[in-house]
């Protein structure tokens, strides 16, 4: 017959089941997932036990925007050239925008991560620097930018 796991930590998580730690009889201590509809019987026990315990549960934080973006897949060289055209900026648009950073140690930075880096990743300063500032777009613009270059 099968028994709840032993658990220890739990916390709702953003589909409103319990991740906790489980005392697996096999593997030890490992992450797990209690969910009242588990297609396995020690999840759904595991859970039902979780919640007869009266034991604190941790609330589910969302995490921050800054989170997300830290946590958004890096766009590749060829994805990024080909988002920016979408946009309306080819190459020589973003060469010309480099060109037009003021300060020569800033501009020359830029010029090597756009001409030479494998990835780019959301949150670097050239990335805010040449999208934010130079195309006029705001963090959220990025953002959507940065989600449909993912799909090319």
Do not use: K
């Not at 017959?1 to 201590?29: F, K, Q, R």
């Not at 925008?97 to 090597?112: F, K, Q, T, V, Y």
């Amino acid at each position: 017959m099968a028994e709840a796991y032993e658990w220890s930590n739990p916390a709702y998580n953003h589909a409103g089941t319990i991740d906790c730690t489980i005392n697996h009889p096999v593997h030890g201590l490992i992450p797990f997932t209690a969910s009242p509809t588990d297609a396995v019987e020690e999840g759904v026990l595991t859970y039902n036990d979780i919640i007869a315990s009266g034991a604190p549960i941790t609330a589910y934080v969302p995490p921050t925007t800054a989170q997300i973006r830290a946590a958004m897949d890096p766009l590749t060289q060829r994805q990024m050239r080909l988002a920016l055209l979408a946009a309306g900026t080819d190459t020589s648009a973003l060469t010309a925008l480099i060109n037009g950073i003021p300060n020569a140690n800033n501009r020359e930075l830029a010029r090597i991560i756009f001409q030479h880096s494998e990835n780019y990743r959301r949150l670097a300063p050239s990335v805010i620097v040449v999208l934010g500032n130079r195309l006029g777009m705001t963090p959220a613009q990025i953002d959507t930018f940065w989600a449909a270059a993912l799909l090319l």
